[in-house]
């Protein structure tokens, strides 16, 4: 129920079609690859094509143009491989590319835009969280109705996905802060997990009232 919860989500937000193909790099043996790479695409419209070494820059890039691949899921640092080893009309079908697991450096993301003409897209979440909570939606992947709102922000992991919460929380009084103040990020959902195996006394710690403790600290701001 939490992966597919999750995948549910993602669904939701990127509009995924049967028109999109999705280049898949990530293992399986953690929830990043377990759910978005391999159950996104088996609960949903798009294809998949896979390569198991996700450092292989150059097959992954002739993958990606013979296969017509619309979308990438990967992380800051194979993207920076990518970056260097990729041509431009490998890449060409390309339209959407998440990162996720490392912040995005500014750097990497302009410089992907400048060669390939799109930026990779940022979002947030841990294996707790099945695993994703948050993140940018690129323009293009928008529904008309909702162009008004606010989908990308750079220097910010996005907005919470559908069906979930995210609230920030005073680290000494446990109290819940409003907009624009720093505290401990808490999310609830039907994505967090129901505890660490056989380890009740921390998976109390870690869920409280049904909100999971990221350890992290955030701001929640108007958007």
Same mark, same amino acid.
């Given at each position: 129920h @939490?992966?597919?919860?999750?995948v549910? %989500?993602v669904?939701e937000?990127? $509009?995924?079609? %049967?028109?999109?193909r999705l280049m898949g790099?990530? =293992?399986?043996?953690h929830a990043f690859? !377990?759910?978005d790479t391999?159950?996104l695409?088996l609960?949903?419209?798009?294809?998949?094509?896979?390569?198991?070494n996700? /450092?292989d820059?150059?097959? *992954?890039g002739?993958l990606i143009e013979?296969?017509?691949?619309?979308i990438?899921i %990967?992380?800051?640092?194979?993207l920076?491989?990518y /970056?260097?080893?990729?041509t431009?009309?490998?890449?060409?079908s390309?339209?959407?590319?998440?990162?996720?697991a490392e912040k995005l450096?500014?750097d990497l993301?302009l410089?992907f $835009?400048?060669?390939?003409g799109f930026?990779p897209t940022?979002?947030?979440?841990?294996?707790?969280?099945?695993p994703v %909570?948050?993140f @940018? *939606? =690129?323009?293009? $992947?928008m529904?008309?109705d909702?162009?008004?709102?606010?989908?990308?922000k750079?220097?910010?992991?996005? $907005? *919470?996905? =559908?069906?979930c919460?995210?609230?920030? !929380?005073d680290r000494e009084?446990?109290?819940?802060l409003?907009?624009d103040?720093?505290?401990l990020?808490?999310?609830?959902g039907?994505?967090?997990?129901?505890g660490y195996l056989?380890?009740?006394e921390?998976t109390?710690?870690?869920?409280q009232?049904g909100?999971?403790?990221s350890?992290d600290m955030?701001?929640?701001?108007?958007?």
């Amino acid at each position: 129920h @939490n992966i597919a919860s999750n995948v549910d %989500a993602v669904i939701e937000l990127l $509009r995924l079609t %049967a028109i999109d193909r999705l280049m898949g790099v990530l =293992p399986f043996f953690h929830a990043f690859g !377990f759910t978005d790479t391999l159950w996104l695409p088996l609960s949903s419209e798009p294809s998949a094509v896979y390569h198991f070494n996700p /450092l292989d820059a150059r097959t *992954v890039g002739s993958l990606i143009e013979k296969h017509n691949c619309t979308i990438l899921i %990967a992380t800051p640092t194979f993207l920076r491989s990518y /970056l260097k080893r990729c041509t431009v009309a490998e890449m060409k079908s390309m339209n959407l590319v998440i990162v996720g697991a490392e912040k995005l450096p500014e750097d990497l993301r302009l410089a992907f $835009r400048e060669k390939f003409g799109f930026e990779p897209t940022e979002g947030y979440g841990t294996t707790e969280m099945s695993p994703v %909570a948050s993140f @940018n *939606v =690129p323009e293009s $992947r928008m529904a008309d109705d909702a162009k008004l709102e606010v989908g990308t922000k750079h220097g910010t992991v996005g $907005r *919470v996905i =559908p069906g979930c919460s995210a609230a920030v !929380f005073d680290r000494e009084t446990g109290e819940m802060l409003g907009e624009d103040q720093e505290g401990l990020l808490k999310i609830k959902g039907p994505n967090i997990m129901l505890g660490y195996l056989n380890q009740p006394e921390k998976t109390a710690e870690m869920i409280q009232d049904g909100w999971y403790n990221s350890g992290d600290m955030a701001i929640i701001d108007e958007d």
